[in-house]
Structures are given as C-alpha cells and as structure tokens.
C-alpha cells in the first residue's frame, strides 16, 4: 500500500529565516506531487506541483520554491519567511491528478 | 477564471437527519468534480468523484449529485452520526481536465449533534 510522509510536523520560525519542509512517497513509483497551503480562515491553496523529476509547476508567485530531486521526494523552501507564509502545507500524490491522497501536514507558524 | 463555492460555512443538524453540502462553480463544466473530508489537523480525505456524465454517485451513506445546468453539485449524507462531523470539501480541476492542479472550496464544517 501507498504512503506518504510529511516532516516536520510542527514548526516555529523567525521571520526571514529559511524553511526547508519534506515530503516522500512510498508504495508507488513516478507519482503526481502537489504543495498545498491552507491558511486559517481561506480554503486549500495549490502551491506547486510536479509530473516527474525535475518538472515543478507553480500556480502562485510568491517567495516559496518546490524541487523534486527524487522520483517520490518532493520539497518545499523558502530563502526567507515572511509572517504570511504561516499556515498548514499539506503534501498530496496522485495517479493521474485524479484524486489525491494527502500527508499529515506540517504546521508552520512564522513570527 | 474556474471559481469554487460552497456557500455554507458551518451546517449544524441533528443525529439522524439527511445532511446536504452545496458546491457551486462558475464557467465551464469541469470533467469530474471531487468531495473530500477533513478533520482538524489533519489532511483531507477523499471520498467521491463524480464525472460529467454522471447525474449521481453512491458510496455506503453518501450521495453526490452533479447538475451541469445549475454548475452545482450536491452532496448528501444520510442518517448522520456524530461521527461524521468534520468540514467537507468539494474540488475540480482548474482548466476542466484532468490534470491535477485542483482547486478547492474554502470547506462547509458540518455538526452532527446526538
């Protein structure tokens, strides 16, 4: 069966300070990976996303970069945190983009 | 540009009764839509899909209806039990395919009291 991980769990970091979240995927082999942002009070927001090694999409501009150096690994960093990259970032993989199958989620707090 | 709704925020009803969750979309009809739950901290969970040519899906206590006239589905649960108490999240694809890049409703939170 298929599993996804997500570290870490929880996270506090300064503002302007550099983030570094991880992802991989276990029981499946060239999966469809996504970054999600869910920030308090908005819905689920698509960050990025990836159909292979080395092919990251980006649906919102913004001072976050996502690299997939690993056929089920994908990350996601930031050069500097600002206070509004807070919030709950789920990974997710996929057969084809249909449905998705979520991680547990990092808790990033920024202060 | 593809827009999502779900026009309830919150859903409150009692152990039982039939629970009914609206998704509206504008623009085009996208290929399937998707329903997920999820529960507070944790990720979401899918739980059905419903392609375009489908007028209705069942799985166990859950129903999904998909109108592409109205551009709205429905999403019904009966006999609700405490347990399904959570926020409920309707998605499609972005540019109507089926790609991936999701876009998600900002979730009805549903409450099902004893």
Redesign the interface.
Known sequence: SQTIHQWPATLVQPVGSPLSLECTVEGTSNPNLYWYRQAAGRGLQLLFYSVGIGQISSEVPQNLSASRPQDRQFILSSKKLLLSDSGFYLCAWSWGGVEQFFGPGTRLTVL | SQKIEQNSEALNIQEGKTATLTCNYTNYSPA?L?WYRQDP??????LL?IRENEKEKRKERLKVTFDTTLKQSLFHITASQPADSATY?C?L??YGG??????????TKLSVKP
């Open positions: 399937y998707q901290g944790r990720g979401p969970v899918f899909l999240l998605a694809d972005r089926s790609q991936g890049n999701l876009i998600f409703g900002k979730g």
